[in-house]
């Protein structure tokens, strides 16, 4: 009798391990790059793993850090990454060079551009013609810094009078706090802090001529996957977006709780400066008038083809992609869960 309980018991524990073990294979594994070096603007994608929203769509995300939002497309595009945080704009110069090939957006987060010249409050610059007869410091291959000559041509300024003198993005901030440049060329996001971390105060003592203001309407970063996975597995895609969502949705509200899976991830960061960053994202980049009205996560087709011919004549492109070459909202959850609302705590 006791040999057979003991089969018994031991078929179905064996049982059950062949169940965990078949559950556990089914998850798809997703690698995913961020944007840059861990940040609090990143909070969505690590509250959506350590909560198991990732995991309840039967998806396994790894996340790795990036090298700039820009190369997130082409990481993707090299085949090392599915998926990734990154800049649209970067997926519409790379489908005009090699369509087929590029990433592609399905959840933008980021609905205003990071793009911005910041200066010195006491160079008393308020305006694009104060620009003329000055210096910015840009760093050569940039967005803010390729997309400067169409920003002078928006503005009605003469390029003969702006001078731009390259450098390492690690020196534009030292380099204006000395004076030894009017302004820098950079994404707001990034320079805000860098300023924080030099003991500056951005709001106080800076001026930020936002591209966004001034004809560079442009959307920014947001997720994107590759064209592979979306042919071959939309189900994992549309798991991706539906589980980034909702983590999005609750850190809105509660920005602790992103900063303890951001903190989670990398706990050799300023958690007091990145929670700051997470909330200048929503303040700054993702809460807007038109995110209000089609909810987080889309694009209105009318403004993408205007940022698709923007970035096509900053580019000097030749091939003008489609809206829908660039953006896919197919696997968008519906508008009613995608209402965004952002408290500061």
Same mark, same amino acid.
């Given at each position: 009798?006791?040999?057979?309980?003991?089969?018994?018991?031991?078929?179905? !524990?064996?049982?059950?391990?062949?169940?965990?073990?078949?559950?556990?294979?089914?998850?798809?594994?997703?690698?995913?790059?961020?944007?840059?070096?861990?940040?609090?603007?990143?909070?969505?994608?690590?509250?959506?793993?350590?909560?198991?929203?990732?995991?309840?769509?039967?998806?396994?995300?790894?996340?790795?850090?990036?090298?700039? #939002?820009?190369?997130?497309?082409?990481?993707? $595009?090299?085949?090392?990454?599915?998926?990734?945080?990154?800049?649209?704009?970067?997926?519409?110069?790379?489908?005009?060079?090699?369509?087929?090939?590029?990433?592609?957006?399905?959840? =933008? $987060?980021?609905?205003?551009?990071?793009?911005?010249?910041?200066?010195?409050?006491?160079?008393? *610059?308020?305006?694009?013609?104060?620009?003329?007869?000055?210096?910015?410091?840009?760093?050569?291959?940039?967005?803010?810094?390729?997309?400067?000559?169409?920003?002078?041509?928006?503005?009605?300024?003469?390029?003969?009078?702006?001078?731009?003198? /390259?450098?390492?993005?690690?020196? =534009?901030?030292?380099?204006?706090?000395?004076?030894?440049?009017?302004?820098?060329?950079?994404?707001?996001?990034? %320079?805000?802090?860098?300023?924080?971390?030099?003991? +500056?105060?951005?709001?106080?003592?800076?001026?930020? $001529? #936002?591209?966004?203001?001034?004809?560079?309407?442009?959307?920014?970063?947001?997720?994107?996957?590759?064209?592979?996975?979306?042919?071959?597995? &939309?189900?994992?895609?549309?798991?991706?977006?539906?589980?980034?969502?909702?983590?999005? !949705?609750? *850190?809105?509200?509660?920005?602790?709780?992103?900063?303890?899976?951001?903190?989670?991830?990398?706990?050799?960061? /300023?958690?007091?400066?990145?929670?700051?960053?997470?909330?200048?994202?929503?303040?700054?980049?993702?809460?807007? &008038?038109? $995110?209000?009205?089609?909810?987080?996560?889309?694009?209105?087709?009318?403004?993408?083809?205007?940022?698709?011919?923007? *970035?096509?004549?900053?580019? +000097?492109?030749?091939?003008?992609?489609?809206?829908?070459?660039?953006?896919?909202?197919?696997?968008?959850? &519906?508008?009613?869960?995608? %209402?965004?609302?952002?408290?500061?705590?």
């Amino acid at each position: 009798m006791r040999n057979v309980l003991f089969k018994t018991l031991a078929g179905t !524990l064996a049982a059950t391990f062949l169940l965990c073990g078949a559950a556990q294979a089914q998850d798809t594994t997703v690698r995913f790059t961020l944007g840059w070096k861990t940040q609090g603007s990143d909070a969505a994608f690590f509250v959506a793993r350590d909560k198991g929203y990732y995991k309840a769509e039967g998806l396994n995300v790894v996340i790795d850090q990036g090298e700039g #939002s820009g190369a997130t497309v082409t990481r993707i $595009m090299g085949g090392a990454y599915d998926a990734g945080f990154g800049d649209v704009n970067a997926i519409i110069q790379n489908a005009s060079l090699k369509p087929g090939e590029a990433p592609v957006m399905v959840y =933008q $987060m980021w609905n205003r551009p990071p793009f911005a010249i910041v200066t010195k409050k006491s160079a008393n *610059i308020t305006k694009p013609k104060d620009l003329e007869g000055k210096t910015l410091g840009g760093a050569q291959g940039t967005p803010t810094t390729r997309l400067l000559p169409v920003f002078i041509q928006k503005n009605g300024l003469d390029a003969s009078k702006i001078k731009v003198s /390259n450098m390492a993005p690690n020196l =534009q901030e030292p380099m204006l706090i000395k004076g030894d440049i009017d302004g820098a060329l950079v994404f707001n996001i990034t %320079s805000y802090f860098n300023l924080v971390l030099n003991r +500056q105060d951005p709001e106080k003592d800076f001026n930020w $001529m #936002s591209f966004g203001d001034y004809g560079m309407d442009l959307y920014s970063n947001g997720l994107m996957v590759s064209q592979k996975m979306i042919r071959e597995n &939309p189900k994992a895609v549309a798991g991706l977006v539906r589980a980034t969502n909702k983590a999005m !949705l609750e *850190i809105a509200k509660d920005q602790n709780l992103g900063m303890k899976s951001t903190m989670a991830y990398d706990n050799l960061i /300023n958690e007091a400066v990145e929670k700051r960053r997470m909330q200048y994202s929503f303040t700054e980049l993702i809460v807007s &008038p038109e $995110m209000k009205e089609i909810g987080v996560g889309d694009v209105k087709d009318t403004r993408m083809a205007r940022a698709i011919g923007i *970035i096509v004549e900053g580019y +000097q492109l030749t091939r003008v992609p489609s809206p829908s070459e660039i953006f896919n909202r197919q696997f968008l959850p &519906p508008r009613a869960e995608r %209402s965004l609302v952002y408290t500061a705590n």
